[in-house]
């Protein structure tokens, strides 16, 4: 019971926060883009209803939402971690061995191809195209911070220094 209406009060906070950005873009439905990179940007991805409630709102069908929500690399379906390390899978960084980093990642949080989050939601690892540094590879992103030139040690050390900043601040 306590569970049901912890989940209806989160549920009630997240469509607010959408019916702010359906407002700030008047309910055009020319603006879904936006509008799904706004919701994006607030919770970092798009869950089942939040696309059902855009889609409603918007008055376009669901699946044209979802469609949109797919096409584009940039739009997630899956939660993510609060932190983001983003691996860069181009050939330059491919070449300089940027996955000896994914794996020391990988082994760091217990993650794999198929698992990219932990289960506290700390990290998230993927893998994205060229980011256009390739004079600095293999280049890591960390959330916001580009690390060119990045090893093995270095990713791990970063989640570690990410883990021990959490800690100071509890
Ligand atoms: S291949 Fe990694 S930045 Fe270009």
Same mark, same amino acid.
């Given at each position: 019971?306590?569970? #049901?209406? @912890?989940?209806?009060? =989160?549920?009630?906070?997240?469509?607010?926060?959408?019916?702010?950005? %359906?407002? *700030?873009?008047?309910?055009?439905?020319?603006?879904?883009?936006?509008?799904?990179?706004?919701?994006?940007? /607030?919770?970092?991805?798009?869950?089942?209803?939040?696309?059902?409630?855009?889609?409603?709102?918007?008055? /376009?069908?669901?699946?044209?939402?979802?469609?949109?929500? #797919?096409?584009?690399?940039?739009?997630?379906?899956?939660?993510?971690? *609060?932190?983001?390390?983003?691996?860069?899978?181009?050939?330059?960084?491919?070449?300089? *061995?940027?996955?000896?980093?994914?794996? +020391?990642?990988? @082994?760091?949080?217990?993650?794999?191809?198929?698992?990219?989050? #932990?289960?506290?939601?700390?990290?998230? /690892? @993927? %893998?994205?195209?060229?980011?256009? +540094?390739?004079?600095?590879?293999?280049?890591?992103?960390?959330?916001?911070?580009?690390?060119?030139?990045? #090893?093995?040690?270095?990713?791990? *050390?970063?989640?570690?220094?990410?883990? =021990?900043? =959490?800690? /100071? @601040?509890?």
């Amino acid at each position: 019971m306590q569970e #049901t209406m @912890e989940k209806t009060k =989160a549920m009630v906070q997240h469509l607010a926060a959408v019916n702010r950005i %359906l407002e *700030k873009n008047n309910h055009d439905p020319a603006r879904l883009i936006p509008i799904l990179q706004q919701v994006q940007d /607030v919770y970092k991805y798009l869950s089942k209803d939040v696309i059902s409630y855009v889609a409603n709102s918007l008055d /376009v069908p669901v699946a044209r939402v979802y469609g949109v929500a #797919t096409f584009y690399a940039h739009f997630s379906l899956n939660p993510k971690g *609060k932190h983001i390390f983003r691996l860069c899978d181009g050939t330059a960084c491919h070449v300089k *061995k940027s996955h000896g980093i994914l794996h +020391a990642l990988y @082994e760091k949080l217990k993650l794999n191809d198929d698992k990219r989050t #932990t289960d506290d939601m700390m990290f998230t /690892v @993927e %893998l994205v195209s060229c980011l256009g +540094a390739c004079g600095l590879a293999p280049v890591v992103v960390v959330d916001e911070a580009v690390y060119g030139q990045a #090893t093995p040690a270095q990713a791990v *050390k970063l989640v570690d220094d990410i883990l =021990a900043a =959490a800690n /100071v @601040e509890e």
